[in-house]
């Protein structure tokens, strides 16, 4: 049974996640994205305002439509990997193209590069961290 939210009312942590778990079929793993009912979707935030959105299993519960994914964090994400010592370019290169395919496999991408950040941090003090 589906949780209803009502209209502008956020779903608990607990709620959401019962949708998210109920909408998961024996094959899961073979599918390329979940569909979540529309008042879940319309919990999580006005990015909702998208019928197609990605989200993230981080910690953060990151999510974004699609467009906003693409044209704004993706870009954002490649702009700061640019600055990544010349060595992990191709390590970059490898990050972006995982995010182009039909089911990313990382975290999302503002985790992701706080998280190298993080470990590069000694040896690149410049790097500067992602703050939504």
Not at 26 to 53: C, F, G, H, Y
Not at 100 to 125: D, H, M, S
């Amino acid at each position: 049974m589906a949780v209803q939210a009502p209209e502008n009312a956020q779903l608990s942590e607990e709620e959401l996640w019962g949708e998210i778990t109920a909408t998961l079929p024996s094959n899961w793993d073979k599918r390329a994205r979940i569909t979540l009912p529309l008042p879940s979707v319309l919990s999580l935030s006005s990015a909702a305002e998208e019928q197609d959105m990605i989200a993230f299993s981080c910690d953060e519960a990151h999510h974004w439509g699609r467009r906003a994914f693409y044209e704004g964090i993706m870009g954002k994400f490649k702009a700061l990997l640019a600055a990544f010592p010349k060595e992990l370019q191709m390590t970059a290169s490898l990050l972006l193209s995982e995010y182009q395919q039909a089911r990313i496999a990382l975290a999302c991408p503002v985790c992701v590069y706080n998280t190298l950040r993080l470990e590069l941090l000694p040896e690149y003090p410049s790097l500067k961290s992602w703050d939504l």
